[in-house]
């Protein structure tokens, strides 16, 4: 046998050597959770060892994560359903909780990378990426505030603005919006193909923002489409996207090859909340090694094409791998 692959196998030192795919801490954006009040760290029941924080508890998750080398945060906020409307006027208010935490964490951490998302649904009594009349999502008309929110963001100090919303030509207009008022060096980081996924759960549970009513298929994609994906891929692009996003990861690595292959825009990935919920709970049981899993998970995505992943395993696998050097 003149060919043994296994030779290149034989060792830990020589599998290292060929190792194809390397995935670090470096590649990692962890989501972090954001309520009103103070000394708050309130347990997300769906997602074991995630919580929503308060901002000066969060400043302190902040300062723990970049110890183990966790430097970009995305960050999504839980209000209360008083302070929602139909159109999420409060999205843009300057005086609400999630700007003025944007302002504060990159005061006090200015060198991390801060996303921020937009998108109506943490600020919609109907609970929609959109705004709905007579049982339809608007999309032109969503797009300007769309565009105020992603505005009043940059304005707070995001270095990336994440438009989850998947309204058609939301990053046209937000690119527009953010030029003609000097933001040119804020990225945008499209949620190219997101998915109308039953992976959400757990993360409408963090923030109380599942619809109130139909659901979101008529502005998240079909999960029996990847074709779709380049359509998108091709108009978030020339709209001048930085990045381009695949949301859910895991059962859509076909979709993330397929945008790696056909792109030269860096690939996001979101390893949403069902995710991570699965494996936390087999793990729970003793039916999986939580560990293992996770490294596997996450260099699987990493391996199909994603330059980086947003995770709520972040912080963990930083901290294992800490440990492990």
Known sequence: MLQRPRRNRKSQVIRELVQETTLSEKDLIFPLFLTEGTNK????????????????????EIASCQKVGIHS????PHFREELKDSRGSLGWDSTNMYLKAVRKIKETFP???????????????????GIVKDGEILNDETLEVLGAMALAQAQAGADIIAPSDMMDGRVGYI????????FTNVSIMAYTAKYASAFYGP?????????????????QMNPANVREACIEAALDT????????VKPALSYLDVIKT???????????YNVSGEYAMVKAAAQQ???DNDKTMCEILLSIKRAGAKVILTYFAKEFATLQMRTK
């Open 259 to 269: 945008l790696h292959d056909s792109s030269n825009l860096p690939i996001a990935a």
């Open 73 to 76: 945060f995305a960050l999504f």
């Open 175 to 182: 690119r527009r919006i953010l030029d003609k008022n000097n």
């Open 238 to 245: 020339a709209e001048g996207a930085d990045f381009l996003m």
């Open 286 to 288: 003793g039916w999986l």
């Open 203 to 219: 993360f409408r549970d963090a923030l109380d923002s599942a619809p109130r009513h139909g659901d979101k298929k008529t502005y």
């Open 111 to 129: 060198a991390i990378c801060m996303i921020t998302d937009v998108a109506l649904d943490p600020y919609s009594s109907d609970g929609h990426d």
């Open 41 to 60: 760290v309130e347990v997300i029941k769906s997602m074991p060892n995630i919580f929503r924080f308060s901002l000066d508890t969060l400043l302190d």
